[in-house]
């Protein structure tokens, strides 16, 4: 898959007088555009798409021609395939995108090896950025929402014995490590930790709830590549009655995405989850990220995190594309201007980690209720100010390297 776009106002060069010399910035964009994982990228790319229309004026005179390219599977093996294309054959400056953990892990050899800035939107291993000078995440870390959700479950929610269950690849590894380290610190126990299948197909996620069910923990913490896969475990959640049975759901923000939430049912009333994005957050930014998605998506299509981080992702991109005049072919130089770039976003004020290269964002406590117009939405309960990735903080394994 192949898409170009080229965008700019070549106009203001003219205007600007002969001396000044516009720049044509190739960014490359590796997202899931097929497979069952393909809505997670699509989310993403309208984000992309979305910013890049409404701000092409404000790198003038330079541009940016987007080359967008399938990520594929959750392997890493098409991502490394396709990245190295759009480095070799295409000469792209940036890349950016990446779902997929592995995806972003492959790659790290060859971008430091081409020098060649990869700026994550999603992938939230917690390691990922130190296997590279050349990798800065806009997204998050798997710790970011779980590490405090340990501590908020047990003195908050009144969790006192959890089952996970996760999806069994190196996020879901990452999000439950995140989560039992704060809970067991809070005084929490963890009962049973339990692997749900790989994330390149939606499992029958109804083995696996039932025996969390005959465990009978306090709550079930649930991680799972979001998309299709919350569908897929909320369905069989509500069918179980674990509900009913006394077994409160908690989870990172992907088990509740916005754009699937609607669809999700009386199941999903009473989950909380710990995440940085809801589409109901108060804030002017996000007011106007959500008026601008409907306008150029329509009125049943809303953003959801993925969507909110492309978004600070393209943004960050543009704003150092405009702070290096255009001259972007030193990647060293790119990354070390993007440290310490900060916004006020759809997700409120954000920032990139000048020693992590990481995103330094609020954590909110979430809670899906039924609104008076009949939709469910997502109230805060709680909001945890300027969350570092507390994976580095703690330097726990690869964190400390």
Known sequence: MRIVSLLGTAALAVVLGAGAQAATVKVGVV??????NADLGHQIDKAFDLYVKLHAKDIAPNKVEIIKRDEGPPTGAQAKTIATELITN??????????????????????????????????????????????????????????????????????????????????????????????????GKIVD?????????????????QKVKDEHPDCLYAFIPSGAHAAGIMKAYGELGLRKAGIKLIGPMDLIPDNKLQDMGDAAIGTIVMGHYAVDLDNPQNKEFKAEWHKAYGPDSYPDFMSAAGWDTMHAIFDTIKKLNGNVDDGAKFVDAMKGWSTDGPRGHVMIDPATRDIVENEHALEVYRKPDG???ERVLETIKGVKDECKVLKVGRCGS
Not at 31 to 36: C, I, Q, R, W
Not at 149 to 171: L, Q, S
Not at 193 to 209: H, R
Request: hydrophobic share 45%; aromatic share 12%.
């Open 31 to 36: 997202l899931p555009f097929s497979g069952a």
């Open 90 to 187: 295409d000469k792209v400056k940036i890349l950016t995108g990446f779902v997929f953990s592995p995806s972003a892990i492959a790659l790290a050899p060859v971008v430091t090896q081409a020098k060649v800035p990869m700026v994550i939107a999603n992938a939230g291993t917690a390691w990922i950025t130190n296997l590279s000078p050349y990798i800065v995440r806009l997204s998050f870390s798997m710790w970011h929402p779980a590490y405090p959700m340990g501590a908020y479950a047990y003195n908050k929610i009144g969790c006192r014995t959890v089952a996970m269950a996760y999806t069994d690849f190196p996020p879901g590894k990452d999000s439950t490590e995140a989560f039992k380290t704060g809970f067991e610190k809070a005084g």
């Open 193 to 209: 930790s339990i692997p749900m299948g790989s994330p390149v197909q939606v499992p029958d996620f109804t083995p696996f709830l």
């Open 375 to 377: 939709k469910l939405g």
